[in-house]
């Protein structure tokens, strides 16, 4: 695979991707059942570019993002009850049966003062 998570959480224990895609915990799961498993524990999540070891991280405590270290802030307001987001999106067509490279979209969905529903997220291929 070519980008591997690593969820921290709030005990400063982390939940590691490898490259087999397997749950500490549960035989026939994948690694990231371990992260839903303690969802509510992770202050940070990350995606590792095993080609270019470039790093995308999220943290759930203030919302920002970072690229290599260098700290991204996608929002101005206040936001509150910060939940994660992260799926894979695998493109394929049809008619040629063509593979696009899959796309990582990470980040998360929060709640802002007046208690709306925002998302913010990022995407990398």
Same mark, same amino acid.
């Given at each position: 695979?070519?980008?591997?998570? +690593?969820?921290?959480?709030?005990?400063? #224990?982390? %939940?590691?991707? #490898?490259?087999?895609? $397997? +749950? @500490?915990?549960?035989?026939? $799961?994948?690694?990231?059942?371990? !992260?839903?498993?303690? =969802?509510? /524990? !992770?202050?940070?999540?990350? =995606?590792?570019?095993?080609?270019? @070891?470039?790093?995308?991280? !999220?943290?759930?405590?203030?919302?920002? *993002? /970072?690229? &290599?270290?260098?700290?991204?802030?996608?929002?101005? /307001?206040?936001? *509150?009850?910060?939940?994660?987001?992260? *799926? $894979?999106?695998?493109? %394929?067509?049809?008619?040629?049966?063509?593979?696009?490279?899959? $796309?990582?979209?990470?980040? *998360? @969905?929060?709640?802002? /003062?007046?208690?709306? &529903?925002?998302?913010?997220?990022?995407? !990398?291929?």
């Amino acid at each position: 695979m070519k980008y591997l998570f +690593s969820a921290l959480m709030n005990d400063g #224990t982390t %939940i590691n991707q #490898t490259q087999e895609d $397997k +749950s @500490q915990t549960t035989e026939g $799961k994948n690694a990231f059942y371990d !992260v839903l498993q303690r =969802l509510e /524990e !992770v202050t940070a999540f990350a =995606l590792y570019n095993q080609e270019t @070891q470039d790093e995308y991280l !999220v943290d759930l405590r203030d919302g920002h *993002f /970072e690229v &290599n270290q260098i700290q991204l802030n996608l929002h101005l /307001e206040a936001i *509150f009850n910060l939940r994660l987001i992260f *799926f $894979k999106r695998n493109v %394929i067509n049809f008619i040629t049966r063509e593979h696009y490279p899959v $796309k990582f979209v990470f980040g *998360f @969905q929060a709640n802002d /003062e007046a208690g709306k &529903n925002v998302q913010f997220t990022m995407t !990398v291929s």
